[in-house]
């Protein structure tokens, strides 16, 4: 029989993980640090002329995190 009365856990919204506040923060750090990263070797492959045909990788690397940190900076605004 139903007493009319509805659980108080199917009231509660639950936050997914990947949405919760720290979890963004922490990936805000290490998407820059990821960025920071590429940049040193964006700056390594044009120094280094054997490497200037790799210059795509730490450039892709760069595009992928800012892309990322810019999503995620938008979600937590």
């Known amino acids: 029989m139903r007493t009319g ?17 720290t979890v963004c923060y922490g990936i805000i750090v290490l998407m820059t640090a990821v960025l920071i990263f590429s ?14 045909g790799y210059i795509w990788v730490p450039l892709l690397l760069a595009i992928m995190s800012a892309g990322v940190l ?8």
């Open 5 to 21: 009365r509805t659980s108080p856990l199917f009231r509660n919204v639950i936050v997914p993980w990947y949405d919760a506040d």
């Open 39 to 52: 940049f040193f070797g964006i700056a390594a492959a044009r120094e280094v002329p054997e490497y200037h």
């Open 70 to 77: 810019v999503s995620t900076v938008t979600r937590l605004v």
